[in-house]
């Protein structure tokens, strides 16, 4: 059986038993600040187990993209990878541990044909309930084990989530494969056994205290490891001897002229190029962006780790694309988003991986500098600083200055380098803190009230002045003539922010009128309005009524509009990795920045317009 027809086995032998087959998610969860990338097929499906939706049918089954970063530093033996494809089935308040547990040794037996005698269960210590089901089914005793929380509790994804026992099939790769030990069984380390489906018993919910209280219905979350599951049934003891594997390791072993499968640690090097290769290579198609925070860093550190193994191979010029180039020729069918994106992630690889190449050669001399000097000194530690400038100046993010040093035998002076990182991060503030041009300045020091934002369905308001600044001062009053910035209790006025520009109008009171040239939010509760009092005076206590400008407003309105219906000609025009970047929206005029890796031509701009 190939992975293709894997896939198709799975979801058809779940579309039997009535669940609905639901189409990969993208890497990046949807509406889901709490996770950075998504890490399992149940993602998705969060709202539908925490009961705040509920879906059509409540059978599901998918194969999901999944990205985790935990194992990177594994990545390269057996088993391990950053990237892979999860199968799985999901019962959202529907049957419960007997069926799952019957269908997972249904399809394991009868459709994938896995020798019972192979296949080993773990369940959670007191879980007796599925002891008794797969007891039931005819797995024998001795191979049913239990285990505790670290191994057979599985979830939340991230901090907080649906979560719970779960119970395991391991398969059992022979006695000639492990380590020999009498008491090897599941979950030992060396690599007899492999974890291939995970059934999980979703009964609760964990709060960011690590607090779990029962969910609404209980569920299942099952996760079936696609690479794994090929490798199992195809013979192998290693994931990347399966045909998803095994082009990616050709092309590398074709571009640095080196065989695979002769000395275990140019394997290993050429087993991180192909994994990570394929990695970047889908974080790109679901529109990650190298950057330094985030998922721009995963992506970068991703990228950059796969160039410097590639060093090891002797591979000094940019060769990633290549690797990209077989990911999307093998997947592209399954996962067409990276076929229709493949020219813009193929030239982002380039892009950043010619620039990193640029620093490469000065970084690693610096860091051989460096591991030379603390050897004659007899010390054993990089400090903080020499860390940051290798991440700073030469692009080699802190992970990876980590993992080349230890394979040197010396350390990185982590919380030093945490502390230059802090120093950088307070220039960047200090270099952004917020000032009005003029008039008055919200430094850090001042401790001004905050105010509610009523704008989006109001433009005129009674409010109350909570506070009045003068330079850099509060003030009791504010006379004609005299410049200030007002604080409200609550506010119509838009305060710029995310390239939207603030609005204008006036605030009214009993003894004064200010006129209001520049509205801005100085933090996501203070609400600053710019300007001048035109009449009387204007004092803290006031009741006033505040008026946006209408006309003015509307137009700022429009122009936002316009900026979604540019940002989808341009995705029809040049592609689906186009994405925002940034904007400035104002009354008159609208800038739009955006993704996309060249100059658009003469007709581009014509069509987009
Ligand atoms: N959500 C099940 C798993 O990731 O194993």
């Given at each position: 059986m190939?992975?293709?027809e894997l ?15 639901i ?22 499906f ?17 194969c ?41 040794w ?53 901090d ?38 995970n059934l ?9 205290n ?13 996760g ?38 002769i ?8 087993r ?20 330094n ?8 550190r ?40 493949e ?22 001399e ?96 009674s ?40 609005d204008?109008?006036e ?7 200010f ?53 989808m000609?341009?995705?029809q ?5 186009v ?31």
């Amino acid at each position: 059986m190939t992975s293709d027809e894997l896939r198709n086995a799975y979801l058809d032998f779940f579309a039997e038993k009535g669940h609905d087959i639901i189409p990969s998610a993208s890497l990046i969860p949807h509406g889901d600040p709490t996770l950075l990338f998504t890490s399992a097929g149940m993602v998705q499906f969060k709202d539908y187990f925490l009961g705040r939706t509920v879906p059509a049918n409540p059978r599901l089954a998918s194969c999901q993209k999944c990205f985790r970063m935990t194992d990177i530093e594994s990545v390269g033996d057996a088993s391990h990878l950053t990237f892979f494809e999860m199968l799985g089935n999901f019962s959202i308040g529907d049957y419960f541990k007997k069926e799952a547990t019957a269908w997972a040794w249904e399809f394991v037996t009868e459709r994938l044909k896995l020798p019972p005698e192979r296949l080993w269960v773990t369940i959670y210590l007191d879980d007796d309930e599925s002891f008794q089901y797969w007891k039931d089914i005819g797995v024998p005793e001795a191979r049913i084990l239990r285990f505790g929380e670290k191994d057979n509790f599985w979830g939340p994804a991230g901090d907080t989530g649906p979560c719970g026992p779960c119970s395991e099939l391991h398969y059992d790769f022979g006695e000639e494969v492990g380590c020999g030990k009498p008491d090897c069984k599941p979950n030992c380390e060396c690599g007899r056994f492999s974890e291939i489906w995970n059934l999980v018993f979703t009964q609760y919910n964990q709060d960011e205290n690590g607090q779990r209280t029962p969910l609404p219905r209980t569920n299942i979350d099952t996760g079936m490891g696609l690479e794994r599951t090929v490798e199992a049934i195809t013979g192998k003891t290693s994931v990347y001897e399966t045909e998803l594997f095994a082009p990616l390791l050709e092309r590398v072993a074709r571009l640095c002229g080196k065989k695979y499968g002769i000395e275990k640690e140019t394997d290993v090097a050429m087993r991180v190029v192909a994994e990570h290769g394929r990695g970047i290579t889908f974080l790109i198609g679901d529109g990650v962006i190298p950057s330094n925070e985030g998922r721009g860093y995963v992506l970068r550190r991703l990228l950059r780790r796969a160039a410097l193994f590639g060093r090891r191979l002797g591979l000094d010029r940019p060769f990633l694309t290549e690797v990209a180039r077989v990911s999307i020729e093998h997947m592209g069918h399954v996962y067409p988003e990276i076929t229709q994106r493949e020219d813009f992630i193929l030239k982002l690889i380039e892009v950043e991986e010619t620039r990193f190449e640029e620093t490469l050669s000065t970084g690693l001399e610096l860091l051989d500098g460096i591991t030379a000097d603390l050897a004659k000194k007899g010390k054993s530690e990089i400090s903080g600083k020499q860390a940051f400038k290798l991440y700073d100046t030469h692009g080699f993010p802190v992970e990876i200055t980590r993992e080349i040093a230890r394979e040197r035998g010396v350390t990185v002076d982590e919380a030093g380098f945490e502390q230059e990182m802090e120093r950088q991060r307070e220039r960047a503030r200090a270099a952004h803190k917020f000032e009005l041009k003029g008039t008055v300045r919200v430094g850090d020091s001042l401790d001004i009230k905050t105010s509610c934002f009523v704008g989006y369905n109001n433009l005129e308001c009674s409010s109350t002045i909570v506070d009045l600044l003068v330079a850099d001062k509060s003030v009791k009053t504010i006379k004609e003539g005299q410049e200030a910035g007002i604080i409200l209790s609550s506010t119509p006025f838009y305060g710029e922010m995310g390239g939207q520009v603030g609005d204008t109008g006036e605030i009214i009171g009993s003894s004064g009128r200010f006129s209001v040239s520049k509205t801005v939010r100085v933090s996501p509760d203070i609400i600053v309005h710019q300007g001048e009092v035109i009449r009387g005076s204007i004092s803290v206590g006031d009741e006033v009524k505040a008026i946006v400008d209408v006309e003015r407003r509307l137009d700022i309105a429009r122009n936002h509009t316009a900026t979604h219906l540019l940002q989808m000609a341009l995705r029809q025009v040049l592609g689906e990795h186009v994405q925002q970047r940034g904007s400035l929206v104002a009354p008159d005029r609208l800038r739009f920045d955006f993704s996309h890796l060249e100059a658009l031509t003469r007709e581009q701009v014509e069509k987009v317009s």
